[in-house]
């Protein structure tokens, strides 16, 4: 296939090109060119894990529910739906120019087929659990029932029937969600995990996957079939993983990028200086923290785990090492979400060196002193801003408690094999971005079977209360069983919580469109490249 590269200029003097290798060709399409962070670990929706694939795979696939700008929910491949009386079922009726890349109807039959694909324990999809509120989900995933037991129905071609276990308030904006996208059931039952290649991937979104150069960029071009392309006006998207800030920094300086995935820390008083009005600093329904693994010794000992949690000074971290505006956590979920009140350490309120003080008694009590320190592993993936936090988290241990920590940075795909190896590690850094506005979509991550428990936590009422928070309807009733399992979840200390993050861009002025939201949904197709050259 004959490939053209396109340019467009970016800011005076410097031309910003369709590649990696920047050519000097005549102007034919729109342009966009955006950071990604990490390498996608894979460009299969049922069994990504990371933000570096996510970005990438709102623009290849729609789910039967999207998001607009705002991060509202919104009609996708189902242009409308009903609601039983009761909550429990849900009536789609998909589209009928709703078509795959290759020119294939979207079909009712292949949301149930991919439905069942994520919960089918052979996927190993480590977000099945998010389908639980389908009836059926949780038997399927664990092995108790048959794929046909889903609660998934194809009525005809167009319309798919979903029942749920309970009233699921968020159960809409669930759908938007990677777990819950359909696949081209014909390529996958043909090229098998080799679905995802380029030339191979048969997606429905508002892209389709055209290069995937591992380290380098994954380019895509609008997909001609998709039923609101009228609306589509950028016609090719590179996405470039980079792990390093500062040469992604570097690149959108140079007017090789036009959005950037982060901004160096620190380089921010700079960039507020000189590139104010092209940055965007945003509230981030995510948090950031370390994992202990609690199956194995040191780290099976509480008393060990609340004082490391302790001496940890959230507000001198984030205001001289993070320093973009990033809110202390002393919890799980974030504050600010509707109709819940996040939880904190009893402690979050007393002097720092009270706090100290009670930690280094729990660290005497766990068997350690200044003659027989802690040694200990921390596990980060590469990144700068990572690094940052990880000294400083590094620092504040030994000072207060006389602990002995070792550094140890590896790529993000790396890091996600070393952690399905609890050999391998003890204390590693995390983070999760809610996958909708809702507490549950912190909490439930935390349940004993969910994927995504890295820690190994499992407290037999913290499941109980989050189960039952599934299925209430009653939504006073629902947010004091959340409140209630957040309480014991932290004061356990599986995890160390460090801050709730911001959202932290660089974007050009000639892309329109950017509006931010809690959620840090980016969709390419939302936006708009003005102000062009003439050909």
Not at 382 to 389: F, G, I, L, P
Not at 522 to 530: F, G, L, P
Request: with cysteine.
């Amino acid at each position: 296939m004959k490939q053209f590269f396109f340019c467009l200029f970016t800011l005076p003097g410097l031309l910003s090109c369709g590649g990696p290798e920047q050519a000097d060709n005549e102007f034919s399409a729109v342009v966009f060119h955006r950071g990604n962070g990490a390498e996608p670990d894979t460009l299969d929706p049922h069994r990504s894990e990371g933000t570096g694939s996510a970005e990438i795979l709102r623009d290849l696939y729609e789910g039967l529910t999207t998001e607009t700008v705002d991060s509202d929910v919104t009609p996708g491949v189902a242009e409308r739906w009903t609601i039983s009386d009761d909550g429990t079922v849900y009536t789609f009726h998909l589209r009928a120019d709703a078509r795959w890349s290759n020119g294939d109807p979207v079909t009712a039959d292949e949301f149930v087929f991919a439905f069942r694909r994520t919960l089918d324990p052979a996927t190993a999809s480590t977000y099945a659990q998010t389908l639980y509120p389908i009836r059926g989900a949780k038997a399927i995933n664990t092995g108790e029932a048959p794929l046909e037991a889903l609660g998934v129905v194809a009525k005809d071609p167009l319309t798919l029937e979903v029942a749920l276990n309970a009233p699921t308030p968020y159960f809409l904006q669930l759908l938007t969600h990677s777990s819950a996208y359909p696949v081209h059931r014909a390529s996958v039952e043909e090229f098998g995990d080799a679905f995802t290649q380029p030339g191979r991937l048969v997606s429905n979104g508002a892209y389709v996957l055209q290069e995937w150069v591992v380290q380098s960029h994954i380019r895509i071009t609008k997909n001609k079939h998709y039923w609101d392309r009228d609306n589509v006006q950028i016609e090719e998207v590179y996405h470039y993983p980079t792990e390093d800030i500062d040469a992604e920094f570097k690149r959108y300086r140079a007017g090789q990028l036009d959005f950037t995935d982060q901004i160096p820390n620190n380089q921010f008083n700079w960039i507020r200086e000189n590139l104010g009005s092209e940055l965007k600093v945003e509230p981030y329904l995510s948090i950031y923290y370390y994992v202990f693994d609690l199956s194995e010794p040191p780290f099976d000992d509480v008393r060990l785990r609340k004082a490391l949690t302790m001496v940890i000074d959230r507000e001198v971290l984030t205001a001289r090492v993070t320093g973009v505006g990033e809110v202390p956590a002393y919890g799980l979920v974030p504050p600010g979400i509707a109709n819940y009140t996040a939880q904190r350490y009893a402690w979050a309120d007393i002097p720092h060196a009270e706090r100290v003080a009670k930690a280094r008694q729990l660290y005497r009590e766990a068997g350690y002193s200044i003659d027989n320190p802690l040694q200990v592993q921390i596990h980060y993936n590469t990144s700068e801003n990572h690094k940052k936090v990880a000294v400083a988290m590094a620092a504040m241990w030994k000072e207060a408690l006389g602990v002995q920590a070792q550094l140890l940075n590896e790529e993000w795909k790396v890091m996600l094999q070393t952690r399905k190896n609890r050999a391998n590690w003890s204390v590693m850094r995390f983070g999760w971005v809610g996958d909708f506005n809702d507490a549950y979509t912190f909490l439930e991550i935390m349940h004993s079977e969910h994927g995504q428990n890295t820690a190994g936590y499992n407290n037999a009422e913290y499941d109980r209360l989050t189960e039952a928070a599934s299925r209430e309807g009653d939504l006073a009733r629902r947010r004091g069983l959340m409140e209630s399992a957040e309480k014991i979840f932290i004061e356990d200390y599986s995890i160390l919580p460090i801050y709730f993050y911001v959202s932290k861009h660089l974007v050009k002025p000639y892309v329109q469109g950017y509006r931010p939201n809690i959620l840090d949904r980016n969709y390419s197709r939302h936006y708009r490249i003005e102000s062009r050259p003439e050909k």
